[in-house]
């Protein structure tokens, strides 16, 4: 069965408008691409793939294939109306009810806490509606504000993966810091 998913969700300061392949779109993410290499670019080994607005179009495309297939949705998170950066589900598994999340906002609104909001919008609407059980986020161990992102969004500290892939920025090997929380857990949380 595919996912027919929302095209907007919506939380008390942001929203979360559904990442279509328009030209609009690609020109908005590649602007904030653009602006925050430096702060994108230890953690996210695709900001050294998007040169241009026609690379932001082709992951818009290919990302579409995704998302009616049902494995993965991704929205930019606006603030006040501005797009800031992108938040999603992806490695959607109906079977074992199982997705994960991944995220990054521009310089100028990181730790303000519009990311671990889009975290909870997105995990309740995932839990309540598409019943998933179990939501994880992963990060680099160095990604102090994504860890604290799942900290805070009440995210279960399940394990560190060592060396489990390179890091060209570092030059080195990287650990990975998992993440979950169970449809039990959200619900106790309300």
């Known amino acids: 069965m595919t996912i027919k998913f929302k095209e907007q969700l919506k939380g008390k300061r942001i929203l979360l408008r559904q990442t279509k392949p328009t030209l609009d779109t690609a020109r908005r993410m590649f602007e904030q691409v653009e602006i925050n290499r430096k702060h994108l670019a230890p953690w996210l080994p695709w900001e050294k793939f998007t040169k241009k607005v026609e690379d932001s179009m082709k992951y818009l495309f290919d990302k579409e294939k995704e998302t009616n297939e049902g494995k993965k949705i991704e929205y930019g998170i606006y603030v006040e109306g501005e797009y800031v950066g992108n938040i999603s589900m992806f490695d959607i598994n109906q079977t074992k009810k ?10 100028e609104f990181a730790g303000k806490g519009y990311v671990t909001e889009a975290v909870k919008v997105l995990e309740a609407y995932f839990f309540r509606t598409i019943k998933l059980n179990r939501i994880q986020i992963k ?52």
Do not use: H, M, P
């Open 98 to 107: 199982s997705g994960e999340i991944g995220y990054w906002i521009s310089k």
């Open 139 to 190: 990060c680099d161990e160095k990604n102090t504000a994504s860890k604290r992102v799942a900290e805070k969004a009440g995210y279960v500290f399940e394990g560190k993966r060592r060396q489990d892939s390179y890091c060209e920025y570092y030059k080195d090997f990287r650990n990975t810091l998992v993440f979950s929380k169970l449809k039990s857990e959200f619900k106790k949380q309300k």
